[in-house]
Structure formats: C-alpha cells, structure tokens
C-alpha cells in the first residue's frame, strides 16, 4: 500500500507564493510519475503539472512559468513550487503517484492541501 501525504498550503494574498512538498511512503518499487492536481469548488479536478523519474516535465498553460515541480527520487517526495499566484489558483492540490510495487502497479492520491489566494 502506497501512502501520500501533502504539507505546505494554506493562504496566501495574490501575488505571493507557496511551496507544496508530497512525500511517498509504503513498499515501493519504483514510481514513474509523480503529479499535482487540483480541485476547485464545483469544479473538475485537473491537472496542473506532472513529473516523470527522468525529471521530463508537462504544466498544464494556466500555472506556466508560474509554477515549477520537482521530484528527489531517493526521498520519493514531489514538490510544487508557485509563484504569483492569482485568486483563480485558489483550491485543493493533490498529489498523485504512478508506479510499481514490485510487479503490481499503483495508482495512488493524497488527502489533498488546500490553497487559498485571497487579499
């Protein structure tokens, strides 16, 4: 079973910015995708940026050159560092990982971290 845990949200006036950290425990083999999404009110949950081992990285255009993800593979943590954050950024972050328990995959979320930008 593969555990992720999320720290660093909370609220922020627009413009600042905020540094989410996800760290990844159980008995893994390997995780080839780390990921953070997020979900606003009545609204579909959504990607935001995702991370490969490799360190090959996707932003979704509404965070680009905003926001910066970033994975220490021997820590099994992902990290989603924002900058100028608008009200809009405002919702629940989660974290997603992809990978294998030995030969089993896993597909594995968080609880989520909320993020509120708000004057």
């Known amino acids: 079973q593969v555990q992720l845990v999320e720290s660093g949200g909370g609220l922020v006036q627009p413009g600042g910015s905020l540094r989410l950290s996800c760290a990844a425990s159980g008995s893994i083999s390997s995780i080839s995708v780390m990921a953070w999404y997020r979900q606003a009110p009545g609204k579909q949950r959504e990607l935001v940026a995702r991370?490969?081992?490799?360190?090959?990285?996707n932003y979704a255009d509404f965070v680009k050159d905003r926001f910066t993800i970033s994975r220490d593979n021997a820590k099994k943590m992902v990290y989603l560092q924002m900058a100028g954050l608008k009200p809009e950024d405002t919702a629940v972050y989660y974290c997603n990982a992809v990978g294998k328990i030995f030969v089993k995959n896993f597909d594995s979320w968080g609880q989520g971290t909320q993020v509120t930008v708000s004057s």
């Open positions: 991370i490969t081992s490799g360190g090959t990285t």
